[in-house]
C-alpha cells in the first residue's frame, strides 16, 4: 500500500502544483501531431508517452484513443493538456484507462457535454477541468479518480444533484467537497479516500474533528477557517499539505509531529495555528514555505529537517513565543522570515546560512542584541543600523552581504570585500561619490552586482570586470612591501617575526598608480618559510604574493640536505629528486648539497654524497 501512495502522489502533485505543461518539441517529425477525429495528440515533454494537446475541432460524442502513432512508433496517451476541450461542442467524453493527468480547464465551458467514461483509469484531475459544463450529469468509471483539482465540478449538474442532501461529495478516492451541519460535528473520512480536494472543508466554523484514515494529499485551503478544529488530522501517509490549507485554525494546538512520509507543506499552511512546537525534522521537505508558521503566537520551538535548505518570506513572523529553531542545514533565510520573533536569542542554529533577507531578524532578541551594531548570521552579513561609519571591513567568511545591510552608512569612504564573498547587492551599500571599494573575492557574481552602483570607485582585481558606466573602475596589480621588518636576522630554528614590516597594496587608476598600507584594509597577511632550507619568507595577502629574503645563521652539515643531523640514504632520495628536478631549492638545505664547493649543485655532489655515507670520504665543515 505504502507503495501505491507513493507512485500515487508524484502523479498528483504534477497536477497539483500546476497545469500539464506545454508539449516539448523534440525534433521534426517525432513531434508531428497526430489528428484522430478532431483530436490532436503529441508526445509529452520527455516523450515517454502521448498527449492530448487540441481537442476543439471534435463533436458530438468523442473517444479519446489509448495510444497513437507519432513517427513510426506507438505510444500510449497518458495526459490530456490544458484547455485541450475547452468550449467545444463536445456531447459525451470516452476516456482511456491510460490516461493519468488531466490539465486544468480541460473540458471547461463544454455546455453541451453530458457524460465523461473514465473506464477507471487512475487520474489526477487538474483545476476547474469541467466548471461551467451546465449539462455535465454524470460520470461512469470514475471510482479510481485519485484526485479532483479545485473547483473542478463546479456548475455542472452532477455536482448540484450530488450536493442536495447535504452530504460529503466524493468522485472516486477524492473527497471535492464537505458541506456539513451547522453544530459542532466530527467527521470521518470514506475508506479508500486517498486526496481532500483543495477548500473541501473550507470555513466549516463547527467542524471539531476528522478522521483521514489513508489520506495522502490535502488540497489548497482544504480545512482554511475551521476555526473549531482541536486537532491536526494528519496520518502516517500524508505526503503533500497544499498552500493554506490549515490558515486560520486558531484551535489547532498543542506539539505537532509530522511523519516522514511528508515531503511538501505548502505556504500559509498553518497561518495563525495554536500549536506550541512544531517538529518536521523525520520529513523531507526542502525548503520552509512562505508563511508557513506565519503569527502562530504560541509556537515555542521548531525542528527542520537536513534536507531543509531555505526558509520562506514571513515564514515565522510574529511568533512572539518562538525561541528554539533547529535549521541544521539551512542556507538562505528570506525576508521577514523571523520578524517580531522577540523571544528569539540564540543565532547558533543558523550557522549553515548563507543569505539573509530584508527585515529577516529584526524584532528579535538575535538582532537587539547586536545593540544596532553590524549583525552576521552564519556566513552572511545581516546589517547594521550605524550611520557615522568612515570605514567598513566585510570579515573574511561572510559569503553575502544582505540587501540594505549598510542602507544607513551614508559617509562611507572606505568599504573591503573579502575573497570569501559570493554576492553582494547593490541595494546593500550607499552609493556616494567618495566611498572607495576594494574587492578581493573570486566570484564573478560580485562584480555582476556591482554594476548596478550609481556612484563611487571600485578596486578589483586584474582579470575582473564591473560593467558600469556610473562609477570609476581601477585595478589591483599586486602588493610590496615597502618598509622590511625590524628583525632581518635568524637562527635556522626560529619563527618569522613581522614587527615593522608594511605591506602595500598596488593599483592603478586611468593609469595613475596607489598604493595603500594594507593594515587600513583590514584582513592578516599569511607568512610562509623554511629557514632551515631557505632564506625566503613569502608574504601573502587575499590571494597576493610577495618574496623578502632574511639572513639565517644555521650550523650546516655537509650532505645533510633534510637538516635532521644525519647524514644518510634519506639525503640521497632528495639530492635524486633534485637534480632530477623534482623539487625545488626550497625543499632542501642547498647549502649541505653544495658538497664541493663549487657553484650550484652537480652530480658531483651526488658523488660525493655517497662516498660520505660509505665511510669513503670525511669533509670537514
Not at 479510481?144 to 473542478?152: D, H, P, T
Not at 467542524?207 to 489513508?214: A, S, T, Y
Not at 550607499?430 to 556591482?450: C, G, K, Q, R, W
Amino acid at each position: 500500500m505504502k507503495k501505491r501512495c507513493s507512485a500515487f502522489v508524484i502523479a498528483v502533485l504534477m497536477v497539483v502544483f500546476s497545469a500539464i505543461t506545454a508539449i516539448t518539441v523534440l525534433g521534426s517529425e517525432v513531434n508531428t501531431a497526430v489528428d484522430i477525429y478532431g483530436i490532436e495528440y503529441a508526445l509529452n515533454g520527455d516523450g515517454s508517452g502521448a498527449v492530448v494537446v487540441n481537442g476543439h475541432n471534435a463533436v458530438g460524442s468523442v473517444t479519446v484513443s489509448e495510444s497513437v502513432e507519432i513517427g513510426g512508433k506507438t505510444y500510449s496517451v497518458t495526459e490530456i493538456s490544458a484547455k485541450a476541450f475547452k468550449g467545444s461542442v463536445i456531447e459525451s467524453a470516452e476516456l482511456p484507462a491510460s490516461i493519468v493527468k488531466i490539465g486544468d480547464e480541460a473540458f471547461a465551458e463544454c455546455y453541451n457535454l453530458s457524460s465523461v467514461e473514465f473506464n477507471l483509469g487512475t487520474v489526477s484531475i487538474g483545476n476547474k477541468v469541467f466548471s461551467g459544463c451546465s449539462e455535465l450529469a454524470s460520470f461512469s468509471g470514475a471510482d479510481n479518480v485519485i484526485y479532483v483539482g479545485a473547483g473542478a465540478l463546479d456548475g455542472t449538474i452532477w455536482y448540484r444533484n450530488s450536493s442536495r442532501s447535504n452530504v460529503p461529495v466524493y468522485l472516486g478516492k477524492s473527497l471535492y467537497r464537505y458541506l456539513g451541519v451547522d453544530s459542532p460535528s466530527v467527521f470521518s473520512i470514506k475508506s479508500g479516500t486517498v486526496s481532500i480536494s483543495p477548500y473541501a472543508f473550507e470555513n466549516r466554523k463547527y467542524l471539531l474533528n476528522v478522521n483521514i484514515d489513508n489520506v495522502v494529499i490535502i488540497g489548497t485551503g482544504a480545512f482554511r477557517g475551521c476555526t473549531s478544529l482541536t486537532s491536526l488530522p494528519i496520518n502516517d501517509k500524508i505526503e503533500y499539505i497544499g498552500d493554506s490549507a490549515f490558515d486560520g485554525c486558531s484551535n489547532i494546538s498543542g506539539d505537532i509531529v509530522f511523519p516522514e512520509t511528508v515531503k511538501y507543506i505548502g505556504g500559509y499552511a498553518f497561518r495563525g495555528c495554536g500549536i506550541t512546537s512544531a517538529d518536521l525534522s523525520s520529513t523531507g521537505i526542502n525548503c520552509v514555505s512562505n508563511c508557513l508558521f506565519n503569527s502562530c503566537g504560541a509556537l515555542e520551538a521548531v525542528y527542520l529537517p537536513e534536507s531543509a535548505v531555505s526558509i520562506g518570506y514571513a515564514a515565522f513572523s510574529n511568533c512572539t513565543s518562538l525561541s528554539s529553531v533547529s535549521a541544521p542545514l539551512v542556507k538562505s533565510v528570506d525576508y521577514n522570515a523571523f520578524r517580531g520573533c522577540s523571544a528569539l536569542y540564540d543565532k547558533s542554529s543558523f550557522e549553515s546560512v548563507e543569505f539573509v533577507g530584508t527585515g529577516a531578524f529584526d524584532g528579535t532578541g538575535i538582532y537587539s542584541e547586536a545593540g544596532g551594531k553590524a549583525l552576521t548570521v552564519g556566513s552572511a552579513l545581516y546589517k547594521t543600523e550605524e550611520s557615522e561609519i568612515s570605514k567598513f571591513i566585510v570579515e573574511n567568511g561572510i559569503k553575502q552581504v544582505s540587501p540594505y545591510a549598510l542602507y544607513n552608512a551614508d559617509s562611507l569612504e572606505l568599504l573591503v570585500l573579502p575573497e570569501t564573498l559570493d554576492r553582494i547587492y547593490a541595494d546593500s551599500i550607499p552609493s556616494n561619490e567618495s566611498t572607495e571599494i576594494y574587492v578581493f573575492a573570486t566570484a564573478d557574481e560580485v562584480y555582476e552586482d556591482l554594476s548596478g552602483l550609481s556612484a563611487g570607485t571600485v578596486y578589483i582585481p586584474q582579470g575582473k570586470q564591473v560593467e558600469n558606466e556610473n562609477i570609476k573602475v581601477g585595478y589591483i596589480t599586486g602588493i610590496s612591501v615597502s618598509k622590511m621588518p625590524d628583525k632581518v636576522e635568524y637562527d635556522s630554528d626560529e619563527q618569522f617575526d613581522p614587527s615593522g614590516m608594511v605591506i602595500e597594496l598596488n593599483t592603478v587608476l586611468d593609469d595613475t598608480q596607489k598604493s595603500i598600507n594594507i593594515a587600513d584594509l583590514g584582513y592578516a597577511p599569511e607568512y610562509e618559510y623554511n629557514f632551515v632550507s631557505s632564506l625566503i619568507v613569502k608574504v601573502k595577502y587575499c590571494g597576493y604574493t610577495v618574496e623578502i629574503e632574511m639572513m639565517v645563521s644555521r650550523d650546516t652539515v655537509p650532505g645533510d640536505l633534510n637538516s635532521d643531523g644525519k647524514v644518510n640514504t634519506d639525503d640521497i632520495v632528495l639530492m635524486r629528486a633534485y637534480l632530477g628536478g623534482l623539487i625545488n631549492d626550497e625543499a632542501i638545505n642547498t647549502e649541505a648539497a653544495d658538497i664541493d664547493g663549487t657553484p650550484g649543485i652537480s652530480t658531483n655532489d651526488l658523488v660525493m654524497l655517497r662516498k660520505i655515507i660509505a665511510g669513503l670520504l670525511v669533509i670537514s665543515e
